[in-house]
């Protein structure tokens, strides 16, 4: 039996800007002035925003930093706006550009 390769291709009712690539990691959300952060866990990321997912997103601001855990033991670091929540989820949009050895625009697990 074959399968279909999988496809990035935006599926034709999908209004994103970029193709998302589904991920699993593991996010900190920092805000007032660095003395508040929440846990999250990055679900899907694309180079214009991310889907993040977590306990008590209701605490989180309108504009906060992302940090996204790479998978070596440190963090890459994002300034993001909220564009829509839901009870369990919420999606971001980046409003910085990438910093210099960030391994954040693009999808992340390369």
């Known amino acids: 039996m074959t399968f279909p390769a999988p496809t990035t291709a935006a599926a034709p009712n999908d209004n994103r800007r970029a193709p998302r690539a589904g991920r699993l990691r593991e996010g ?3 805000f007032n002035n660095g003395s508040s952060s929440l846990t999250v866990f990055v679900r899907n990321i694309s180079s214009t925003g991310a889907k993040l ?3 008590e997103l209701i605490r989180l601001p309108d504009v906060f930093e992302l940090q996204i855990h790479d998978g070596f033991g440190a963090f890459a670091s994002r300034f993001v706006k909220r564009v829509w929540s839901s009870p ?7 409003t910085d550009a990438a910093q210099p050895g960030s391994t954040v625009p693009g999808p992340l697990g390369r």
């Open 28 to 30: 900190r959300c920092v």
């Open 53 to 55: 997912t977590g306990g």
């Open 88 to 94: 369990d989820s919420v999606g971001v949009a980046f």
